[in-house]
Structures are given as structure tokens and as C-alpha cells.
T-cell receptor, first 115, second 113 residues
Framework: DAGVIQSPRHEVTEMGQEVTLRCKPI?????LFWYRQTMMRGLELLIY????????DSGMPEDRFSAKMPNASFSTLKIQPSEPRDSAVYFC?????????????FGPGTRLTVT | GDSVTQMEGPVTLSEEAFLTINCTYT??????LFWYVQYPGEGLQLLLK?????DKGSNKGFEATYRKETTSFHLEKGSVQVSDSAVYFC????????????FGTGTRLQVTL
């Protein structure tokens, strides 16, 4: 099993630029989660999908953030325009609601730096 | 709402010392409980889990018992190693409803020789 795959692993961009983070969940998983981790705020859930449908986006900080899941094997998190306070590590995780315990498997993260 | 409270870190121990990281939760129902571990520069990994009261989760020498009466899920290890240095997160989820995990703030463990 390849695990959750995220790209890029590191992204450095200038304020005002568009940033797109990508995630490929584990094959067969039907729930996908986007998290953000910073020293100040810890681990925050941004949005999650069940069967490609967004269920809860209450953690998305502003309209500058958007997430899509066009199919079961791919999701994107877009920030437009980016700001320095968006600098963080962004994690994608997936789980299978069919297995009963809903344990989540995390990707390695994308470290975003906005200058 | 639901919440998870962990002891403040960092926790610094010598190798082979006994480890306890406290975790308590507030929940209206009967959640499943997890411990995740995050090694430097990596994502979170599931360490162990328990799905009902009195269950004991165990993995890699770590253990935690789901205590409904005290709403706790403390993580323990009898003899820590330098390689256990990481951040540990306690979390809960309701398996019958939403898929959303509620995490604690994390506890950093530093093990020295």
C-alpha cells in the first residue's frame, strides 16, 4: 500500500500568488481530510469529504481557501491569494468509513512558506 | 462540545524511564479513542486505539486503557528509548456519525541518553 501521497513536499511562494496542494488518498478509502499545523494553533481540521462530497468546511479560514475532490483518488487545496500567515504544514489524511473504527492515515505533509 | 485535554509538554525523560502522558476527554456519547505519534518532519501515524470502555490498545511497547469512569486514555510505556522522541496526540471520534477526529494539542516527548 502506497499510503497517502501529497505533493509538493515543500512550497515557497510570494505573497499574492496562487498555491495548489495535491493529495492522493489510499485506494479504497472514502473519506478525505485536510489539516493545517502551526506552532501557534496546533493541528486544525480545514475540511473533509465523504465519497467526494464536502461535508464540513467550517475550518476553512477564509474565502481565499478552497478545496475540491473531483474523484475518489485526488483532491486539491487551493489558496488564492496566499498570505504570509498561511505558512504552515498542510496534511491530507484518508480513512475508510466502512471499516468501523474510522482511523485516519496521514500523508507526509506539504510545508508551505509564503514570503 | 467534544474535547480532548493532554498534559502540557515537553516531557523529558532518560532512556529506560517509565512514561505516562495523560489524556482526558469530554464527550456526550461513547467515542473511539486513539493515540497518534508524529516524528520530526513526518505526518501523524496511528500508534494505538480502543473502541469501547475497558479496552486496552497496545503497540510498540505503548499501552493505553479506555477508562469510561474517569474519561481518560493515558499513554504508558515501561521503558522509553531515544527513538520514541516525538509528539504524541490523543484523539477521539464517534464511529456511528461523523468522521471528524477531535485532537488534543499534542505532548512533546524528548528522551535522552
Amino acid at each position: 500500500d502506497a499510503g497517502v501521497i501529497q505533493s509538493p513536499r515543500h512550497e515557497v511562494t510570494e505573497m499574492g500568488q496562487e498555491v495548489t496542494l495535491r493529495c492522493k488518498p489510499i485506494s479504497g478509502h472514502n473519506s478525505l481530510f485536510w489539516y493545517r499545523q502551526t506552532m501557534m494553533r496546533g493541528l486544525e481540521l480545514l475540511i473533509y469529504f465523504n465519497n467526494n462530497v464536502p461535508i464540513d468546511d467550517s475550518g476553512m479560514p477564509e474565502d481565499r481557501f478552497s478545496a475540491k475532490m473531483p474523484n475518489a483518488s485526488f483532491s486539491t487545496l487551493k489558496i488564492q491569494p496566499s498570505e504570509p500567515r498561511d505558512s504552515a504544514v498542510y496534511f491530507c489524511a484518508s480513512s475508510s468509513r466502512d471499516r468501523g473504527t474510522y482511523e485516519q492515515y496521514f500523508g507526509p505533509g506539504t510545508r508551505l512558506t509564503v514570503t | 462540545g467534544d474535547s480532548v485535554t493532554q498534559m502540557e509538554g515537553p516531557v523529558t525523560l532518560s532512556e529506560e524511564a517509565f512514561l505516562t502522558i495523560n489524556c482526558t476527554y469530554t464527550a456526550t456519547g461513547y467515542p473511539s479513542l486513539f493515540w497518534y505519534v508524529q516524528y520530526p518532519g513526518e505526518g501523524l501515524q496511528l500508534l494505538l486505539k480502543a473502541t469501547k470502555a475497558d479496552d486496552k490498545g497496545s503497540n510498540k511497547g505503548f499501552e493505553a486503557t479506555y477508562r469510561k469512569e474517569t474519561t481518560s486514555f493515558h499513554l504508558e510505556k515501561g521503558s522509553v528509548q531515544v527513538s520514541d522522541s516525538a509528539v504524541y496526540f490523543c484523539a477521539l471520534i464517534y464511529t456511528g456519525t461523523a468522521s471528524k477526529l477531535t485532537f488534543g494539542t499534542g505532548t512533546r516527548l524528548q528522551v535522552t541518553l
